[in-house]
């Protein structure tokens, strides 16, 4: 079992920024582990927006290229999104997920929201 603890939604102006947290309760470092943030619109499918694997290796939704930087610190277990410029759309439920590649045995933390509005 592995426990997520997210931090760091909340209100924004367009054009603002917000960095959101993950805190797994397990090593981040493995080379068969990623570390991903999805984020949910209501009635819609939970999307990746950002992933990083145990060895560093990162993925990106083209929504948000050039806007969000997906990071981790090892000893600290824990992965980061800077998020810059962001948008309307960007508002949404955001979900840490950490999954081992090699079952595709996956956990959630419980979500924080992001509201972009003026």
């Known amino acids: 079992q592995v426990q997520l603890e997210e931090s760091g939604g909340g209100l924004v102006q367009p054009g603002g920024s917000l960095r959101l947290s993950c805190k797994a309760s397990r090593s981040i470092s493995a080379i068969i582990t990623m570390v991903g943030w999805y984020r949910q619109d209501p009635g819609k499918q939970r999307d990746l927006i950002a992933g990083?694997?145990?060895?560093?290796?990162?993925t990106y939704a083209d929504s948000v290229k050039g806007r969000f930087t997906i990071s981790k610190e090892n000893a600290k277990n824990t992965v980061y999104l800077q998020m810059n410029n962001l948008k309307p759309e960007d508002t949404a439920v955001y979900y840490c997920?950490?999954?081992?590649?090699?079952?595709?045995?996956?956990?959630w933390g419980q979500g924080t929201q992001v509201t972009v509005s003026s």
């Open positions: 997920n950490f999954q081992y590649l090699s079952s595709g045995t996956n956990y």
């Open positions: 990083i694997t145990g060895d560093g290796r990162i």
